[in-house]
Antibody, heavy 122, light 107 residues
Framework: QLQLQESGPGLVKPSETLSLTCTVSGASISSRDYHWGWIRQPPGKGLEWIGSLLYGGSTYSHPSLKSRVTISLDASKNQFSLKLNSATAADTAVYYC??????????????WGQGTLVTVSS | SFELTQSPSVSVSPGQTASITCSGKRLGDKFVCWIHQRPGQPPVVVIYEDSKRPSGIPERFSGSNSGNTATLTISGTQSVDEGDYYCQSWDVSSSVVFGGGTKLTVL
């Protein structure tokens, strides 16, 4: 059974880098059938797509975050990571890692982690 | 940029049919998925590619998409169906886009 688990600091100082890791069990992130991505949800607000990565392929990210986002895969650990530079209070959110199905015409996240709250504050 | 619009809230009586809509320019030309989120829980996809149900999702959930509007229909709504519902689509220029969410209340 597929499981995704986010991990990382729950508190990040403004201007520093927000870093999270997603550990995947029950599937290989080396599979080219799926993208691996990140979605966030500010407290009390809606969902916002951050980006995703296909093993051995391209990275996709939200236009408004593209300059600050890095998503990478570590196949040896079956993990993928998110780095968001120059964090501000607006980046405070629950962050979900996801497994995504994508083609040229559709995109959806078929599995989600439990989510982890990251607060950006001094 | 591509945007999706949802009504903030919908109320329905138990056993009745709930319809949640999502509008966007020429949305019918794109695929839509629907996501359900209960308070404090991670989201779950209930419909993908406009009308397909993932395994484990009850048959009372159905979807359609035409013109500028996609619709999620819940037949025989139950209290467990309460929560927030988000539509989501993909646009080449805007990437993955979510609607603002609709809060479903089963009275």
């Amino acid at each position: 059974q597929l499981q995704l688990q986010e991990s990382g600091p729950g508190l990040v100082k403004p201007s520093e880098t927000l870093s999270l890791t997603c550990t995947v069990s029950g599937a290989s992130i080396s599979s080219r059938d799926y993208h691996w991505g990140w979605i966030r949800q500010p407290p009390g607000k809606g969902l916002e797509w951050i980006g995703s990565l296909l093993y051995g392929g391209s990275t996709y990210s939200h236009p408004s975050l593209k300059s600050r986002v890095t998503i990478s895969l570590d196949a040896s650990k079956n993990q993928f990571s998110l780095k968001l530079n120059s964090a501000t209070a607006a980046d405070t959110a629950v962050y979900y890692c996801t497994r995504d199905r994508a083609s040229g015409s559709y995109y959806y996240s078929d599995s989600w982690g439990q989510g982890t709250l990251v607060t950006v504050s001094s | 940029s591509f945007e999706l619009t949802q009504s903030p809230s919908v109320s329905v009586s138990p056993g009745q049919t709930a319809s949640i809509t999502c509008s966007g320019k020429r949305l019918g030309d794109k695929f839509v998925c629907w996501i359900h989120q209960r308070p404090g829980q991670p989201p779950v996809v209930v419909i993908y590619e406009d009308s397909k149900r993932p395994s484990g999702i009850p048959e009372r959930f159905s979807g359609s998409n035409s013109g500028n509007t996609a619709t999620l229909t819940i037949s025989g709504t139950q209290s467990v169906d309460e929560g927030d519902y988000y539509c989501q689509s993909w646009d080449v220029s805007s990437s993955v886009v979510f609607g603002g969410g609709t809060k479903l209340t089963v009275l």
